[in-house]
């Protein structure tokens, strides 16, 4: 059973201003079945914050830790919790 997972995760390292943000939505999109956002935080972290099933939330973190990314990913911290709900899609903030 792939119950639904909510996925929040700070993404350390040089993540802003190099589209970061763009590249996760493209990616959550790619993955499929995933609504949330990334959000640029004022400490230069960028936050991302996936709904959807728990493999397809993995699939999104992995890429975070490992994946092409644009910029330079220094570290992923995560946690995980139920699903809230209340998004429309995966919004760039």
């Known amino acids: 059973m792939n119950e639904d ?19 996760t939505r ?3 999109l790619e993955i499929g079945d995933l609504v ?3 959000l640029n935080l004022d400490d230069g972290r ?4 996936a709904e959807g099933p728990r493999d397809k939330c993995h699939r999104l973190l992995e890429w975070l830790r490992d994946g092409d ?13 139920t699903p809230r709900g209340g998004y429309d899609g995966f919004a760039i903030r």
Request: no cysteine.
């Open 36 to 38: 949330g956002f990334a």
């Open 69 to 81: 990314t644009p910029g330079r990913v220094d570290g992923v911290t995560e946690i995980w919790a």
């Open 46 to 49: 960028v936050q991302v914050v």
């Open 5 to 23: 997972a909510r996925l929040t995760a700070w993404v350390r390292g040089r993540v802003q201003g190099v589209g970061f943000r763009w590249f």
């Open 26 to 28: 493209a990616n959550a």
